[in-house]
T-cell receptor, first 113, second 112 residues
């Protein structure tokens, strides 16, 4: 069964303390891996799409990387406004094209001032 | 401003009642999706549509119905057959089936 697992479930950091979030996946025919940020009571906000192993993308304090079995979201010198739940999702190929996303349960990140 | 709108923000359902959640986009996207989010679980796909007048079931379609009569609209009906409807419902759209999905602000459905 296709599966997406995110770790840790929750992470509390001090402002400026860098760390990484993990997303491991067991899917066949990966088309793309997506990272979203979700604030409480709001819809997910798109961050990155990664398509192939070795690919990296950056945006401000965030950097996403992809291997054949997992993706990391690195957060460098985080600020309190980076506090949110970070969601990882994968999209697989199926007959005739790609389908909806399969999501992990998310990592709840808290950055303390 | 281009984007995805969902209404209402909060919706209350009485037992045995059907309710409809609205999703509208002005991004000129072909594909639209409905997901359900429950505490401690990942988002789960309910239905998706690649083009007007066509839609497919996702992983948890039982108790739900959709229509796609216009490109910009993809309403979701939660029927009385859905026994556990309390959740946060998210609509998304993408330029095409294979492209990045962008989400609306969500509708929280509560049962009275």
């Amino acid at each position: 069964e296709d599966q997406v697992t995110q770790s840790p479930e929750a992470l509390r950091l001090q402002e400026g303390e860098s760390s990484s979030l993990n997303c491991s996946y067991t899917v066949s025919g990966l088309r793309g891996l997506f990272w979203y940020r979700q604030d409480p009571g709001k819809g997910p906000e798109f961050l990155f799409t990664l398509y192939s192993a070795g690919e990296e993308k950056e945006k401000e304090r965030l950097k996403a990387t992809l291997t054949k079995k997992e993706s990391f979201l690195h957060i460098t010198a985080p600020k309190p406004e980076d506090s949110a739940t970070y969601l990882c999702a994968v999209q697989m190929y199926s007959g005739g094209g790609a389908d909806g996303l399969t999501f992990g349960k998310g990592t709840h990140l808290i950055i303390q001032p | 401003d281009g984007g995805i709108t969902q209404s209402p923000k909060y919706l209350f359902r009485k037992e045995g009642q059907n309710v409809t959640l609205s999703c509208e986009q002005n991004l000129n996207h072909d594909a639209m999706y409905w997901y359900r989010q429950d505490p401690g679980q990942g988002l789960r796909l309910i239905y998706y549509s690649q083009i007007v007048n066509d839609f497919q079931k996702g992983d948890i379609a039982e108790g739900y119905s959709v229509s796609r009569e216009k490109k910009e609209s993809f309403p979701l009906t939660v029927t009385s057959a859905q026994k556990n409807p309390t959740a946060f419902y998210l609509c998304a759209s993408s330029i095409a089936r294979e492209e990045t999905q962008y989400f609306g602000p969500g509708t929280r459905l509560l049962v009275l």
